[in-house]
């Protein structure tokens, strides 16, 4: 998974769009300290910024060593790589140890990871009571321009998906989630959460390129098929744009949302994952 970030992942840093803080507030309004977060998955750090907001401290992981090269820098988030070969108990020592986070956030990533490990790690590492795990994600699906990025790029780039990318265009409906509720969606019911950003057409472009699902469109030799899609997508958002694409409109991301707490027993089991 590690490589498909890679080579983006300086564009990755630049063009993704940054979270809401409502909902950093909003989820530190739901733990019961404010001591540790951990954000899994972190990318080049967007969601970790915010959380650093909130919390004392915040440990941001990530597979991608290229991600973390352009990683945001903050005086309270601390930046780890975690190879995939780590065990349960390295990343649990790795985060901070058995019962010592009080929020762990997984933005729009947790469709790659093992589950089963990550559950697990979750549970150990949360505070009980009053510790959270929240995941979101989005897709395509960007308003006012559903119709060509969800519908005709999305489409046509869908044959080189890889199958588990599937979860978050299906926005985690599918996601196994076997945390207690807390008022933000519940498993098999993600809460939808609109994502207002401010973008330029040319940050849009730079957006669709990070994707990983274009990354695997030109691993699979498919280069020449995805300009020509790119470039009919692009002219017909040029034309509902305007006449100024320099200037920077607001966009909506469908976004959605899954946040809960550790239950006294673990749920979470192999089958589990087995029947995604």
Not at 197 to 223: C, F, H, I, N, Q
Request: net charge negative.
């Amino acid at each position: 998974m590690a490589g498909l970030y890679e080579k983006p992942s300086e564009t990755y840093a630049k063009k993704r769009p940054r979270y809401p803080k409502e909902w950093f507030s909003m989820l530190a309004g739901l733990t019961a300290g404010h001591h540790r977060a951990w954000d899994a998955g972190c990318g080049s750090g967007q969601a970790a910024i915010s959380m650093a907001e909130h919390y004392e401290s915040v440990v941001a992981t990530d597979v991608s060593e290229g991600q973390l090269r352009h990683a945001i820098p903050h005086p309270r988030v601390t930046y780890a790589h975690t190879p995939e070969r780590l065990t349960e108990d390295e990343l649990v020592a790795l985060v901070g140890g058995e019962g010592s986070l009080d929020l762990v956030v997984v933005a729009t990533s947790i469709h790659w990871f093992d589950l089963r490990i990550f559950y697990a790690v979750a549970n150990r590492a949360l505070r009980k009571p009053g510790g959270v795990l929240a995941v979101w994600g989005y897709n395509y699906d960007v308003h006012p321009f559903e119709d060509a990025l969800q519908g005709q790029f999305y489409g046509a780039l869908r044959p080189y998906m890889d199958p588990r990318t599937r979860l978050a265009m299906e926005r985690y409906r599918d996601l196994p989630f076997p945390f207690e509720p807390v008022g933000v969606g519940a498993e098999g019911a993600p809460a939808d959460m609109d994502m207002e950003v401010e973008m330029t057409l040319d940050d849009l472009k730079g957006w669709l390129m990070t994707g990983s699902v274009v990354t695997t469109a030109r691993e699979k030799g498919a280069g020449e098929e995805l300009e020509a899609v790119l470039r009919d997508v692009m002219k017909r958002v040029e034309r509902e744009w305007g006449d100024q694409p320099t200037v920077p409109r607001k966009l909506v991301f469908k976004a959605f949302m899954l946040a809960g707490k550790p239950r006294l027993q673990n749920g979470y089991t192999p089958e589990h994952q087995n029947n995604q």
